[in-house]
C-alpha cells in the first residue's frame, strides 16, 4: 500500500544553518505531496504543496521539489531560524480507489540561537 | 471567515463505551477528514466524507463510523472503546473531491480510554 517515510529526529541547528529533511514515498497512483507543520501549542497547518512531478512548492523560505524519479519530496531551506521549530509532517494525498492521505511519522526540529 | 472547530477539546472514557466527536468546517468546505493521532506519530486517515457521503475510507474497523450533516459538520463515532483508541482526534475540512486541495486542520479532541 501507500506510504511514507520521513527522517527520524530530533534535528537540532543553529539558527542559520541549512536545512534539509528527507521524505519518500511509495504510491500506487499519481498522488500530490505536501508537508504540513505544527508549531509549539497549534494544530497542524500547511507549510507547501506539489501537485504533480517537477512541481516545486516553496512557502516562508522553503522549498521542496515532487521528484518522481526517486519518489522523494525532501523539504529544504537555506537559513533557519528559532520560530522555525516545529514538528515537520510530509504527507501524500491520492484519489486512486477512493480518497486517502497518509503521512509521515513528523520530524521535530529544534533551532538554537 | 471561521476555521475549523472541534469538540470536546478533551474527554475521558472507559474501555467498552461509545463516544461521539463533533467538527464544523470550516465555512464554504463541504469536505471532511477525521484522522487519529497517537503520542509522536503522524496522523492516521481514518474516513473521508464528500456531501454526506463517505468517499474514502483507511485501516479502521467498523467500530469508527461518521457522519456529516446538511451544513457539512461531521461527526465521529468510535464504538465498544479500547485502550489503543486514546489518542489525538483530528479533523480536516477542504473543498471539493481533488487530492490536491490543502486540508485545513481543527484542533483536535484528545480522548483518554482507561
Known amino acids: 500500500g501507500d506510504s511514507v517515510t520521513q527522517m527520524e529526529g530530533p534535528v537540532t541547528l543553529s539558527e542559520e544553518a541549512f536545512l534539509t529533511i528527507n521524505c519518500t514515498y511509495t504510491?500506487?497512483?499519481?498522488?500530490?505531496l505536501f508537508w504540513y507543520v505544527q508549531y509549539p501549542g497549534e494544530g497542524l497547518q500547511l507549510l507547501l504543496k506539489?501537485?504533480?512531478?517537477?512541481d516545486k512548492g516553496s512557502n516562508k523560505g522553503f522549498e521542496a521539489t515532487y521528484r518522481k524519479e526517486t519518489t522523494s519530496f525532501h523539504l529544504e531551506k537555506g537559513s533557519v531560524q528559532v520560530s522555525d521549530s516545529a514538528v515537520y509532517f510530509c504527507?501524500?494525498?491520492?484519489?486512486?480507489?477512493?480518497?486517502?492521505?497518509?503521512f509521515g511519522a513528523g520530524t521535530r526540529l529544534f533551532v538554537k540561537a | 471567515e471561521t476555521g475549523v472547530t472541534q469538540s470536546p477539546t478533551h474527554l475521558i472514557k472507559t474501555r467498552g463505551q461509545q463516544v461521539t466527536l463533533r467538527c464544523s468546517s470550516q465555512?464554504?468546505?463541504?469536505?471532511v477528514s477525521w484522522y487519529q493521532q497517537a503520542l509522536g506519530q503522524g496522523p492516521q486517515f481514518i474516513f473521508q466524507?464528500?456531501?454526506?457521503?463517505?468517499?474514502g475510507r483507511g485501516n479502521f474497523p467498523p467500530r469508527f463510523s461518521g457522519l456529516q450533516f446538511p451544513n457539512y459538520s461531521s461527526e465521529l463515532n468510535v464504538n465498544a472503546l479500547e485502550l489503543d483508541d486514546s489518542a489525538l482526534y483530528l479533523c480536516?475540512?477542504?473543498?471539493?473531491?481533488?487530492?490536491?486541495?490543502?486540508?485545513?486542520f481543527g484542533p483536535g479532541t484528545r480522548l483518554l480510554v482507561l
Open positions: 506539489a501537485t504533480k512531478a517537477d
Open positions: 504510491a500506487t497512483g499519481y498522488p500530490s
Open positions: 466524507y464528500y456531501r454526506e457521503e463517505e468517499n
Open positions: 465555512s464554504g468546505h463541504n469536505t
Open positions: 480536516a475540512s477542504s473543498w471539493g473531491l481533488a487530492a490536491q486541495e490543502t486540508q485545513y
Open positions: 504527507a501524500l494525498s491520492d484519489n486512486t480507489g477512493g480518497f486517502k492521505t497518509i
